[in-house]
T-cell receptor, first 115, second 118 residues
């Protein structure tokens, strides 16, 4: 089974609007971490936000917030007030418990911000 | 602050030729280091990771190898490239804690090397 599933290959959002990028995960570990990365056309992977499995509050970093629903095993990224520079690929990733250095990445969602 | 460098940025190589990609990290000591490959339009595949000099773990058997000759240097190599080796290669680092990896260890990526094998 896929560890990380991103079901939206492509998304469009109007500039200044909010957008939600979906991510579901699969793990039997109680302790895990969830990450979102942004990959612009230049290729570099930029770390955006982190959520720990024991964190009771949703993580926020500026315009990025993570809608963490543990029972549903979902960790959706919400980008508020979209900007043209937000157009990029977005990857959800997970690190499980203490099983080593494995990061599991989803297949990504391509976000296009429309002026 | 920490920075991670990769070179070359782009590379075009014929099938059967050797490969050497280099990654170096500045501003931190004893990092965990990682090599990933990203095929066109796909997610990232972990190839190798290293928790110290000379310590390499392979995640996917293939014709690639990795070495860590110095604390902050990570090299990806191949003796003979295949067409299927084409892709975008990313190096990443994370803080190495005394107690081993934890779920909070964020990985920070370099700018990547785009490899085309013809």
């Amino acid at each position: 089974a896929q560890k990380i599933t991103q079901t939206q290959p492509g998304m469009f959002v109007q500039e200044k609007e909010a957008v939600t990028l979906d991510c579901t995960y699969d793990t039997s570990d109680q302790s895990y971490g969830l990450f979102w990365y942004k990959q612009p056309s230049s290729g570099e992977m930029i770390f955006l936000i982190y959520q720990g499995s024991y964190d009771e509050q949703n993580a926020t970093e500026g315009r990025y917030s993570l809608n963490f629903q543990k029972a549903r095993k979902s960790a959706n990224l919400v980008i508020s007030a979209s900007q043209l520079g937000d157009s990029a690929m977005y990857f959800c990733a997970m690190r499980e418990g203490f099983t080593g250095n494995q990061f599991y990445f989803g297949t990504g969602t391509s976000l296009t911000v429309i002026p | 602050s920490q920075t991670i460098h990769q070179w070359p940025a782009t590379l075009v190589q014929p099938v059967g030729s050797p490969l050497s990609l280099e990654c170096t990290v500045e501003g931190t000591s004893n990092p965990n280091l990682y090599w990933y490959r990203q095929a066109a339009g796909r997610g990232l595949q972990l190839l190798f990771y290293s928790v110290g000099i000379g310590q390499i773990s392979s995640e996917v058997p293939q014709n690639l190898s990795a070495s860590r000759p110095q604390d902050r240097q990570f090299i990806l190599s191949s003796k003979k490239l295949l067409l299927s080796d084409s892709g975008f290669y990313l190096c990443a680092w994370s803080v190495r804690l005394a107690g081993g990896p934890t779920v909070t260890d964020t990985q920070y990526f370099g700018p990547g090397t785009r490899l085309t094998v013809l």
